[in-house]
């Protein structure tokens, strides 16, 4: 068939081959292999469109220079990329600092957001990023957010993250912020609401929704006080997690600016230094609970079935998959397909 929609943009993300990587794990694959192995997907005639970064090394340090930013522009150019949105390092093992935590860790978190946006606009303007995001989280644990007083604590991120707003806007960024389940103060849905209403900068911070995550949203983990599916749920029975998931996605809808799809067997998992999140799986993976497109939809659509079109890529997570799944080019060949299948669902031509 033929795949006529020019919107949204398809994306994969390099960073797969960094996070979770390295000491205790597997090495990290490094970003010339990764953008190869993005180039050269194909499914049914159409390609990878660009790639979402973060900014870490080995694949980009948040201290690159211009010249490092002109050479990597230069290397997206010449495998017909574009570059998306951006990760910002901001927790403590790679420079930053909680947000939770006090003043000096506040102000290398802010740091490390500054950095980032600074790479983002750089980026933009030597014609390689056409849109995103810099994508930020609390850096903050569920443990540590938990101590004392949980509202208090919210707050506290709350305030950072209005200074990083205002960061942000100094470079013309905008920030989302990654709902998962491991960052404290952004463990559930409703501390996730919680934390943007309270920043209430909806112009500048908003969300990042990731399929595979936000289905742990649904399902409570690390909040079971906020599960809007029983933990002994029956996956068998689709009409109650479509309802679980449109009254996720009608809360978070508003606030989206950064999309993922995703696919997740409704379990946890971790590798290396990342800490236990939710599991990334192969698009067709037998044990994966998702329809694709259909759970696409709820992100991408409204209550009343129209597109939104708030933004203009979507972007395939396959975080913490192993290296020789990653080094596998049908792997990319699938989750092309995968991308195409939301893209046919729900994209639209400009």
Known sequence: ?????????????????????????????????????????????????????????????????????????????????????????????????????????????????????????????????????VRIDSATSVAQWAEGDPNANSKRIADTFTEACKIAEDFGERLAAEGEICWGGMHSWRRMLQLLE???????????????????????????????????????????????????????????????????????HGTGSHDKTGRHCLPNDPNGKLDIPKVAGYWLRNDEGQLTKKFQHICWDGCMFPNKTMMDPNTWNQILAAMVSVSDAHGWSE
């Open 198 to 268: 309270m920043v209430g900068r909806p112009q500048t911070l908003g969300f990042q929704a990731d399929m595979a995550h936000t289905l742990l949203y649904v399902l409570g983990h690390n909040a079971p006080e906020d599960a809007i599916l029983p933990a002994d749920f029956d996956w068998k029975d689709t009409p109650k997690l479509d309802e679980a998931l449109k009254q996720l996605t009608a809360a978070l809808r508003p606030w989206t600016i950064d999309f993922h799809v995703a696919q997740n067997d409704a379990t946890v």
């Open 1 to 133: 068939m033929a795949h006529t929609n020019t919107y949204p943009k398809l994306h994969n993300a390099a960073w797969p081959g960094v996070v979770g990587k390295g000491e205790g794990s597997e090495p990290p694959i490094d970003l010339d292999t990764m953008l190869k192995l993005t180039a050269d997907a194909e499914f049914e005639g159409v390609k990878f469109d660009g790639f979402d970064l973060f900014l870490f090394d080995p694949h980009i340090s948040i201290d690159a220079s211009d010249d490092d930013l002109k050479r990597l522009a230069d290397k997206a150019g010449a495998h017909n990329l574009v570059i998306g949105s951006v990760v910002a390092p901001v927790w403590p093992p790679t420079g930053g600092g909680a947000a939770m935590g006090d003043e000096g860790e506040r102000q290398k978190f802010l740091e490390q957001v500054r950095k980032g946006c600074r790479i983002a606009k750089r980026l933009h303007d030597l014609g390689i990023r056409p849109y995103g995001v």
